[in-house]
């Protein structure tokens, strides 16, 4: 099944103790990208990749860091987590030349 | 920047009734698309609108595209209990979609 994967989906964390939140997928694609959505905020993007070793900052990327190694892989790293960034998070995904994104479940992150 | 707006935040109905999101932009949108999102759930794609004065139909739900594509609007008609969630519109572009604020859809109990 052509899917996009998030783990983990929930995590409580402390302020400080770095954290990675994994995205794969399985369509070839070759843009990947990271959003927060918050009430009332609607789905703001953190970075883009818009193919393997190409990563861009979207509108809110501070605090958060990514890497694209791999085609299927766009993980999300936050070094140094703290409460203002707990936040539901989406990865997505879609074929180069295509605007129609596949997002994931989503993960619930909240840092205490 | 560009932006999308998207109104109202909230729209309360009986169920039956109908829904109506608007989205507007002070500049020409390339093209926009809309989302679904359920409670609990994630956007998922429902349809993209390319050409001036564009109007496409999946079921009980009307897309439609202004004109001067700046505007675009989705009509529920006779909105069922299926239909709760939060509907988003975009622009999309090579880089990134720039997102309205999203409609929530709620049945009256």
């Known amino acids: 099944e052509a899917q996009v994967t998030q783990n983990p989906r929930y995590l409580i964390t402390v302020t400080g103790k770095k954290l990675t939140v994994t995205c794969s997928q399985n369509?070839?694609?070759?843009?990947m990208s990271w959003y927060r959505q918050d009430p009332g905020l609607g789905l703001r993007q953190i970075y883009y990749?818009?193919?393997?070793?190409?990563?861009d900052k979207g509108d809110v990327p501070e605090g958060y860091k990514v890497s694209r190694k791999e085609k299927r892989n766009f993980p999300l790293i936050l070094e140094s987590p703290s409460p203002n960034q707990t936040s539901l998070y989406f990865c997505?995904?879609?074929?180069?030349?295509?605007?129609?994104?596949?997002f994931g479940a989503g993960s619930r992150l909240t840092v205490l | 920047g560009q932006q999308v707006m998207q109104i109202p935040q909230y729209q309360h109905v009986q169920e039956g009734e109908d829904f109506t999101t608007y989205c507007n932009s002070s500049?020409?949108?390339?093209?926009i698309q809309w989302y679904k999102q359920r409670p609990g759930g994630h956007p998922v794609f429902l349809i993209q609108?390319?050409?001036s004065g564009e109007v496409k139909k999946q079921k009980r739900l009307t897309f439609q595209f202004g004109e001067a594509k700046k505007n675009s609007s989705l009509h529920i008609t006779a909105t069922q209990t299926t239909d709760v969630g939060t509907y988003f519109c975009?622009?999309?572009?090579?880089?990134?979609?720039?997102w309205g604020a999203g409609t929530k859809l709620i049945i009256k109990p």
């Open positions: 609108l390319v050409k």
């Open positions: 369509m070839n694609h070759e843009y």
């Open positions: 997505a995904s879609r074929r180069g030349g295509a605007n129609v994104l596949t």
């Open positions: 990749s818009m193919n393997v070793e190409v990563t």
């Open positions: 975009a622009e999309g572009s090579n880089y990134q979609l720039i």
């Open positions: 500049t020409t949108l390339s093209n």
